[in-house]
């Protein structure tokens, strides 16, 4: 954010030359009082309140400090920047750690005595960003916002240290969990790439290994489904027989449509579907039918036992019937391009999916025991018997990772109308490198008229 440097005449070093190097410096625990002072005194917001990831950067030149920043979380949802990624809440809501947000950035010099410091820090710092975030935090990001008062400032300096203005917010601010007020000043939103193929990143299936430790947010409240299929799928989970004794508190439809959308949302154990229904809004949990907290006017939210208790003498084949009459009732909202994956939640139950690749929303579910093996209930068996099951798939395309690379596979899939698209790895080493010989030369996902034919041995010099 841009900043009001206060004309008081202190901190001015020596006019630049081109002699001296601008660093970029992590600002260490026993100058953290010192960084606070300062970013207190120089920025017109003041100092910047540490809440989850936080990172304070000091320019350093000529041994004196001549700015600093502080990158923390970025915005929860912003419709420009989630436009511009490409994102689904579902997927905002698991990397949006990616995304940092520069929260302060002051001048410690007065306007004009350094010429281009401003601009010279700033694509100083987004250089440094990603590995001192990654000695610190453990993973490295890919994009970085901003935002600029423009009443005040045009954001001349992020522009030319190659930020690109995506819009303006809409004068809005986040209040507590559930609420937004109005504050009557939309400011001007920046984004700046970490790496060239940051959008790409953002937006694969799997990610690259230095981001799949910051890829597990939980936003507060972000659903894989819409409030109407959400309401429709509670109706219909409510009518799966409970085994529970006649003393329970959270209702079998509550419980279920949690697990479900928790699972649809790639929690993969108990403790993360817990902490999901944790972070169901106060109108969420209402729409649940959730019991009020004893004397107060808040719903509560299940514990882990009660998600482990159901979930281990839960009948799984009479939880996916009652799931799977919920999807064909919703089936003509669903869009064409599908995904089959199976999740497993620890030892208790396990669910391979056909989901939508845009929204999570699920096409068809079945029971399975395990991830891989012979047994009738592993995964691979457990996604032939639903695809067979299925009633049409005229106009899909079924996506699979390398587990599903099996003839049964893609034959059931076309039996039924559909298209695959299945990855091969060595797994079935003899397929993938048939597969290779007949795509080489071609251009990807782009067939050719003409078999592909081998290259021509280099002339040799003379």
Known sequence: MKTIPKPNGRHRGREMSGASPLKIEGVRAGDVKRYDRLMGEYHYMGEAQPVGDFLRQAAVLDGKWVGLLAWGSACYALRDRDGYVGWTPTMR?????????NRRFALLCGKGEHPNLASRILAGAVKALPEQWRAEFGYVPVLAETFTDMEAYAGTCYKAAGWEPLGQTQGFARHRADFYVAHDRPKKLWVKKLRKNALEVLCAQ??????????????????????AQIESLHEGLCRVPDPRAANRIFHIGALLSIAAMALLSGHRDVAQIHRFGQRLTQAQRKNLGLPRQKGMKFYRAPGYAAFYHLLRILDPDVFAAHLGEWLRVHEGSLPGALALDGKMVRDVVGLVCLCDHETGVPHAMARMSEKQGEGDRC???????????LPDLTGKLVTADALHGQDETARAIVEQGGDFLLQIKDNRKTVRESAASQTAGAAPLLPSARKPTAAKPAAKSP
């Not at 990610?207 to 894989?224: F, K, N, Y």
């Not at 068996?381 to 067979?388: C, F, H, L, V």
């Open 379 to 389: 995964e691979l068996k457990a996604a032939q018997r639903m695809i067979r099951a």
């Open 206 to 227: 799997e990610l690259p290994e230095e981001q799949r430790t910051g890829a597990r947010s939980c936003a507060h409240g972000v659903m894989p489904l819409s409030a």
């Open 93 to 101: 809501a698991e990397r949006q750690k990616l995304v940092v947000q």
